[in-house]
T-cell receptor
Framework: AQKITQTQPGMFVQEKEAVTLDCTYDTSDPSYGLFWYKQPSSGEMIFLIYQGSYDQQNATEGRYSLNFQKARKSANLVISASQLGDSAMYFCAMREAYNTDKLIFGTGTRLQVFP | DGGITQSPKYLFRKEGQNVTLSCEQNLNHDAMYWYRQDPGQGLRLIYYSQIVNDFQKGDIAEGYSVSREKKESFPLTVTSAQKNPTAFYLC????????????????FGEGSRLTVL
């Protein structure tokens, strides 16, 4: 069964520094997609970045990049030049190609950026 | 602007009462979803619908019911059979997912926080 694991309940980072949020996954499906979402205190889920299992290059979106290591089944989110507004919960999620109806989420990591 | 609207944002319910959470989208998306979020946990799928007049149970459907009579609307009813309904409920939508194609990211509403008194 597919599973997403986020082992860091909380992370701290100083403003302007980079931070890596860990995500590992488990699936037997060779075709899948990995997502990262941000949830600020308002509660809304904001889509950040996507990585397909067959993508040759790591995904990047502005200050967000995804460190995709397929053999290790990890999809870590890297946020460069952290800003105070980056303080939020961050969720990793996965969709399998053969189970395209469902997006499975990890338990999340709370990131706090301090001045 | 296109988006997903959930209402009410906050809702209080007495034990034994059914309540209905509204979810409306104007993104012309085929698929809609309901997730539940508890403190310290990720999102868990309650129900989803890929097309009008059709829906499937997710991982935690017991005590909930849904309908999909219109493409843009996917209301969730929390019934008295749900033993622990206090939670944050998120509705989402996505464009039709073809096998292995597209990112299919979910677009979320702002959520509804239900508290049982």
């Amino acid at each position: 069964a597919q599973k997403i694991t986020q082992t860091q309940p909380g992370m701290f980072v100083q403003e302007k520094e980079a931070v890596t949020l860990d995500c590992t996954y488990d699936t037997s499906d060779p075709s899948y997609g990995l997502f990262w979402y941000k949830q600020p205190s308002s509660g809304e889920m904001i889509f950040l970045i996507y990585q397909g299992s067959y993508d040759q290059q790591n995904a990047t979106e502005g200050r967000y990049s995804l460190n995709f290591q397929k053999a290790r089944k990890s999809a870590n989110l890297v946020i460069s030049a952290s800003q105070l507004g980056d303080s939020a919960m961050y969720f990793c999620a996965m969709r399998e190609a053969y189970n395209t109806d469902k997006l499975i989420f990890g338990t999340g990591t709370r990131l706090q950026v301090f001045p | 602007d296109g988006g997903i609207t959930q209402s009410p944002k906050y809702l209080f319910r007495k034990e034994g009462q059914n309540v209905t959470l509204s979810c409306e989208q104007n993104l012309n998306h085929d698929a809609m979803y309901w997730y539940r979020q508890d403190p310290g946990q990720g999102l868990r799928l309650i129900y989803y619908s890929q097309i009008v007049n059709d829906f499937q149970k997710g991982d935690i459907a017991e005590g909930y019911s849904v309908s999909r009579e219109k493409k843009e609307s996917f209301p969730l009813t929390v019934t008295s059979a749900q033993k622990n309904p206090t939670a944050f409920y998120l509705c989402a939508s996505s464009s039709a997912i073809r096998r292995g194609a597209g990112t299919g990211e979910l677009f979320f509403g702002e959520g509804s926080r239900l508290t049982v008194l």
